[in-house]
């Protein structure tokens, strides 16, 4: 221990003004593996990795927004987890050109958390951000379930898919069934392609789609194919985490 900061303490330690300081502690125990315990009559000093985090309700201050880098073994694991808990989605992992798989979530209390996994100690030569060309024919990855696939593509940071789905799939039985979920807790952003498809929202609101369609459909729904022909379409908000067990 020194005599002028706690023994285990760095230099500088972020503090978190939130509105419900209870609820935030609970999100970064789950998800962020915060360690430590909460203190209504003071800061409560979580410890998240080798680092420490100060959280604190509002009462004479106002509550205000951090932005915050984390840094964890698996992004993608942690991501996840944190929109299954509530966090909202700013931008889905993907490969940074200085060496991190980086995404971004946004906490109950309205603090931005970049987390990241360090997966090169050395960027990638100037070459490899050249003009790049892809087609979903050879996707970097395909998900298959019964009646459709989900072919996705990594591309400029994004990551980008395309759903095919035969006449007669549903999402709760032929995607939601096989990861456990009743429903679809993805946020998407898209357009359609071909073919035609509703979404019911867990709130009751139900929507079709129709080719030449761009849609945004929040978490919390089920879709289903309508007719007798198969549905297309493209998303570019979502791929990174549909049709994956939380």
Same mark, same amino acid.
């Given at each position: 221990?020194?005599?002028?900061?706690?023994?285990?303490?760095?230099s500088?330690?972020?503090?978190?003004?939130?509105? $419900?300081e209870s609820?935030?502690?609970d =999100?970064?125990?789950?998800? =962020? /593996?915060?360690?430590?315990?909460?203190h209504s !009559?003071?800061?409560?000093?979580? %410890? @998240?990795?080798?680092? @420490?985090?100060?959280?604190?309700?509002? *009462?004479? %201050?106002e509550? #205000? #927004?951090?932005?915050?880098?984390?840094?964890?073994?698996?992004? $993608?694991?942690?991501y *996840? !987890?944190?929109?299954?808990?509530?966090?909202r989605s700013i !931008?889905?992992?993907f490969?940074?050109?200085?060496?991190d798989?980086? /995404?971004?979530?946004? $906490?109950p209390g309205g603090?931005?958390?970049? +987390?990241?996994?360090?997966r090169? *100690?050395t960027?990638?030569?100037?070459l490899a951000?050249?003009? +790049?060309?892809?087609?979903f !024919?050879?996707? $970097?990855?395909t998900?298959?379930f019964?009646?459709g696939?989900?072919?996705?593509?990594?591309l400029?940071?994004?990551t @980008?898919? #395309?759903?095919?789905?035969e006449p007669?799939?549903r999402?709760?039985?032929?995607?939601g069934r096989?990861?456990?979920?009743?429903?679809?807790?993805?946020?998407?952003?898209?357009?359609v392609?071909?073919?035609r498809?509703t979404a019911a929202?867990?709130g009751?609101?139900? @929507?079709?789609?129709?080719?030449?369609q761009? =849609?945004?459909?929040?978490?919390g729904?089920?879709?289903w194919?309508?007719?007798?022909e198969?549905?297309?379409?493209?998303? =570019?908000?979502?791929?990174?985490?549909?049709?994956r067990?939380k």
């Amino acid at each position: 221990m020194t005599d002028w900061k706690p023994e285990g303490w760095h230099s500088v330690t972020p503090r978190l003004v939130a509105q $419900d300081e209870s609820k935030l502690v609970d =999100f970064l125990r789950s998800a =962020f /593996g915060a360690t430590g315990d909460f203190h209504s !009559e003071r800061p409560s000093e979580l %410890r @998240i990795g080798d680092s @420490i985090v100060m959280v604190s309700g509002a *009462a004479a %201050r106002e509550a #205000r #927004r951090a932005f915050l880098y984390l840094y964890v073994p698996d992004v $993608d694991a942690v991501y *996840a !987890e944190a929109l299954r808990l509530g966090a909202r989605s700013i !931008e889905e992992p993907f490969a940074t050109p200085y060496g991190d798989r980086r /995404g971004m979530v946004e $906490d109950p209390g309205g603090n931005v958390w970049q +987390i990241a996994t360090r997966r090169s *100690a050395t960027p990638a030569p100037a070459l490899a951000y050249g003009v +790049i060309l892809k087609r979903f !024919e050879t996707p $970097d990855e395909t998900r298959v379930f019964t009646k459709g696939r989900f072919e996705v593509v990594n591309l400029g940071g994004m990551t @980008i898919g #395309r759903a095919t789905y035969e006449p007669g799939w549903r999402w709760s039985e032929h995607v939601g069934r096989a990861i456990g979920q009743a429903w679809c807790e993805v946020e998407h952003v898209g357009m359609v392609v071909s073919g035609r498809a509703t979404a019911a929202m867990r709130g009751g609101e139900v @929507i079709e789609m129709s080719a030449g369609q761009i =849609f945004y459909v929040p978490p919390g729904h089920d879709s289903w194919v309508v007719g007798d022909e198969p549905y297309v379409s493209l998303h =570019f908000l979502g791929a990174g985490a549909y049709a994956r067990a939380k």
